[in-house]
C-alpha cells in the first residue's frame, strides 16, 4: 500500500548543518519529505517529525528543548546527536521526546527510525558504535570546519569556544572529561595554524562557527 512521505522538520542553529542533513536525506525522498529546515524554535507548519540536532547546541537535558516539545506544530520529537549517554537519552525520553539516535547512523536507519517514530513508536538507537578512541562521525552530513580538516567533535568544540563558553562549560555540555577536551582543543588549534584561545575565536568567526541565529540578530 502506497503510503505519503512523512513530513520533517530538520532543526539546528547552523545553517550547513542542515544543508548536510538534507543532502543526506535526499535519496529517500520517497519516503522523506524535508517541510521545514531552519533555526527558529516554532515550526511554521505542521509536521510529523521534527528532528533535533544537537551540534553546537544545548543537549536535551536542559530547558531549551521544551519549547520545541510543546510547539502544536512540531509532531513527534526526536533528538539526533553523537552525544548517546544513557542520561541524555533517559533525560529527553522523560521530557517527551519520542526518539534519540545516535550521528553513526547510516541514513537508511535513520530514516527508518523516523518513519517508526511517525507511526506512533518511541525509538532509541544509538547506531553502531565506533572503535575505542575512533572519531565519531555522521556519513554524509556535514558541518561548519569540516573543509579545513575538522571532525565533528573539533568542530562541535571550536564552535562552543567561538560563542564563548569556557572549557568547564563546554566539558559539561559535551559529556567528556576535561583531558579529552583539551586533547581535541590542542588537534583542532593545530588544524587551524592557531596557538591562543583569542586566534581560535577569530579563526571561529570567519570559517561559519557562530549559529546562524546569531549571525541574523548581530548578537
Known amino acids: 500500500m502506497h503510503r505519503d512521505p512523512l513530513r520533517l522538520r530538520l532543526l539546528n542553529d547552523y545553517e550547513v548543518v542542515l544543508a548536510g542533513l538534507g543532502a543526506m536525506l535526499r535519496p529517500f525522498a520517497d519516503r522523506v519529505r524535508i517541510v521545514e529546515a531552519d533555526i527558529g524554535v516554532e515550526a511554521k507548519r505542521p509536521v510529523d517529525v521534527t528532528l533535533y540536532d544537537t551540534f553546537a547546541g544545548v543537549q536535551p537535558d536542559q530547558d531549551d528543548i521544551d519549547a520545541v516539545l510543546a510547539d502544536p506544530l512540531a509532531g513527534a520529537v526526536v533528538v539526533y546527536s553523537w552525544n548517546t549517554h544513557d542520561e541524555l537519552v533517559r533525560a529527553a525520553l522523560e521530557k517527551g521526546c519520542r526518539g534519540y539516535l ?4 547510516p541514513a537508511a536507519e535513520l530514516v527508518e527510525a523516523l518513519e517508526r517514530v ?3 513508536s518511541t525509538v532509541a538507537r544509538k547506531g553502531s558504535l565506533p572503535a575505542p578512541g575512533a572519531e565519531l562521525s555522521t556519513p554524509g552530513a556535514d558541518w561548519p570546519g569540516r573543509a579545513q580538516g575538522l571532525s565533528v567533535r573539533e568542530a562541535e568544540i571550536v564552535a562552543l569556544i567561538t560563542q564563548g563558553f569556557t572549557n568547564s562549560e563546554i566539558a559539561a555540555r559535551s559529556y567528556i572529561s576535561m583531558n579529552s577536551l583539551k586533547s581535541y582543543i590542542r ?11 583569542s586566534q581560535a575565536v577569530r579563526w571561529g568567526i570567519e570559517h561559519g562557527m557562530l549559529p546562524s541565529a546569531s549571525e541574523r540578530s548581530g548578537r
Open 102 to 105: 545516535g550521528k553513526t547512523m
Open 118 to 120: 511517525a507511526a506512533g
Open 187 to 197: 588537534s583542532a588549534y593545530r588544524k587551524m595554524g592557531v596557538e591562543r584561545r
